[in-house]
């Protein structure tokens, strides 16, 4: 069973950048789809994006051009680069992972991810 540990969040102004990291607790952690979520207060959990184990990536419209995954299967690690921050982006961010079938796509969907990080929160100040 493989666990997530997120880190690299914080405060930061409209305009600026962050790291968020993904870190997995098994050697195979590269084996799992990891997906980026991101749920608002008020709001919904919302896809924003993910890699397969074959590094094939996918994103949400709504970061496209400004968020980018990176993967680095050696650190069992999986990054979220996150440029051009708008107030709208401020969340709690959370990693999660799909074994399996699903480890070569991304599910967009929550319930197709059975293990899941305690999450980071990001706020974009205006």
């Known amino acids: 069973q493989v666990q997530l540990a997120e880190s690299g969040g914080g405060l930061v102004q409209t305009g600026g950048s962050l790291r968020l990291s993904c870190a997995g607790s098994?050697?195979?952690?590269?084996?799992?789809?990891v997906a980026w979520f991101r749920q608002a207060p008020g709001k919904e959990r919302e896809f924003v994006g993910g890699?397969?184990?074959?590094?094939?990536?996918h994103y949400a419209d709504a970061v496209k051009g400004r968020f980018t995954i990176v993967r680095d299967i050696p650190k069992n690690t999986v990054y979220l680069q996150m440029n051009n921050l708008k107030p709208e982006d401020t969340a709690l961010y959370s990693c999660?992972?799909?074994?399996?079938?699903?480890?070569?796509?991304?599910?967009?969907?929550?319930?197709?991810?059975?293990?899941w990080g305690q999450g980071t929160q990001v706020t974009v100040s205006s």
């Open positions: 999660a992972a799909a074994g399996g079938q699903r480890a070569a796509t991304v599910p967009t969907t929550e319930q197709a991810y059975a293990y």
């Open positions: 890699v397969t184990a074959s590094l094939w990536k």
């Open positions: 098994e050697r195979t952690f590269g084996s799992y789809a």
